[in-house]
């Protein structure tokens, strides 16, 4: 069983920048907006908490992703709207099979439609809340959230991943490696690609990021962390993850990862990303002096 291809998960948090590029692009969120974070969002009689139950203040989209607040994600997909929302997972790939394999998820990317078939009720403002902030029916595997982790890292093009089994030495200086199919371009302003990547890199670098546990000495990263609740809610189980790629300003890397029965993503993840990626660019030193 490949989870990797197959796991269908909540992906809690490290769907908040594809909310953030879809309420930006749109224009439905200006860079300026600031929002008040008082540890929770109250939407009729349901009350629906922020990250930790604390309480961020005035909040703008840059300090929302880096310390992870909900209630700012809350307020921007209800400004949005889902339809953007959605347009935008989709054509990251969120929702279909990344072609990687025969033996593969989709995952699902709910809808209006989807939601009047599987529970006969119209999609509901709760329903657009449960879904800015990564839970809800929505339902990713780790391969898809790669996939969305390079195309933020790579400047906005979608690539079908391939699958490498091994190497073959095709001549003396290097390594035959196959062209990744393009699936799409994003077509993404690059201004709102530098806001969301920059946000991204205080998640790692700032002392306050949610991700700062997974910060390299002389490697400079972005990412996002995730805190996803699954099973019953009395249970209080969690799947961490995090997405993140380096280096920022030419990335050669993008990784997912999702842990089982985590505390935080932050705190959980965060460390062994920090583990991963310190391993990845001391092999690279090795290759470099072969």
Not at 110 to 125: H, L, Q, S
Not at 211 to 240: I, L, N, P, Q
Request: overall charge positive; aromatic content about 8%; glycine content about 12%.
């Amino acid at each position: 069983y490949n989870r990797a291809t197959l796991g269908v998960y909540a992906p809690g948090s490290i769907f908040k920048p594809v909310v953030l590029i879809a309420a930006l692009e749109s224009g439905r969120l200006s860079p300026g907006d600031v929002f008040e974070c008082p540890g929770y969002f109250q939407l009729g009689n349901r009350s629906f908490a922020c990250f930790l139950n604390t309480a961020h203040g005035a909040v703008d989209y840059r300090r929302a992703i880096e310390v992870s607040c909900n209630v700012f994600f809350y307020r921007t997909g209800l400004i949005t709207g889902y339809d953007p929302i959605w347009k935008m997972a989709h054509a990251l790939g969120l929702g279909e099979k990344m072609g990687i394999e025969s033996n593969e998820s989709g995952g699902l990317l709910p809808d209006a439609e989807w939601k009047r078939r599987r529970e006969n009720a119209p999609w509901t403002d709760g329903d657009t809340c449960n879904v800015s902030i990564g839970q809800g029916a929505l339902g990713v595997t780790p391969l898809q959230m790669a996939c969305v982790a390079a195309t933020i890292a790579n400047g906005g093009t979608v690539y079908q991943p391939l699958l490498v089994v091994g190497e073959r030495a095709s001549n003396e200086t290097g390594f035959r490696v196959a062209s990744p199919r393009m699936l799409r371009e994003m077509g993404w302003s690059a201004e709102n690609l530098r806001r969301m990547r920059e946000a991204m890199r205080d998640v790692i670098r700032s002392p306050s990021g949610s991700g700062h546990k997974a910060f390299v000495d002389g490697v400079e990263m972005a990412g996002k962390t995730g805190t996803a609740e699954y099973g019953r809610k009395s249970d209080g189980k969690k799947h961490g993850w995090m997405i993140a790629f380096a280096p920022f300003d030419r990335p050669r890397y993008a990784v997912a990862m999702m842990l089982d029965d985590a505390k935080t993503g932050g705190s959980s993840v965060g460390p062994r990303i920090h583990d991963l990626m310190t391993r990845v660019f001391a092999l690279e030193k090795e290759r470099e002096n072969l």
